[in-house]
């Protein structure tokens, strides 16, 4: 599924992930894209932190959110 992922400089990237993708490998792929490594990410959903271990699927995330 297609999701958008906002950088604090506002700039959306659209990422295609997995249901069971964890959080961590997101965050590889944002770093793939753009360069900024995980360990400088935090995303955020619904106003929470997302914890590394959980995945796309528990968060409940579906395509074209961000």
């Known amino acids: 599924m297609l999701i958008k992922v906002k950088t604090?400089?506002?700039?959306?990237?659209e990422l295609d992930i997995e249901p069971s993708?964890?959080?961590?490998?997101?965050?590889?792929?944002?770093?793939?894209?753009?360069g900024i490594p995980p360990a400088?990410?935090?995303l955020i959903?619904?106003?929470?932190?997302?914890?590394?271990?959980?995945?796309?699927e528990f968060y409940k995330l579906e395509g074209g959110v961000s």
């Open 40 to 42: 400088q990410q935090r």
């Open 8 to 13: 604090l400089t506002g700039k959306e990237i």
């Open 45 to 56: 959903f619904g106003g929470k932190q997302m914890s590394d271990e959980n995945t796309a």
């Open 21 to 34: 993708d964890k959080v961590s490998r997101i965050k590889e792929r944002v770093e793939e894209k753009e």
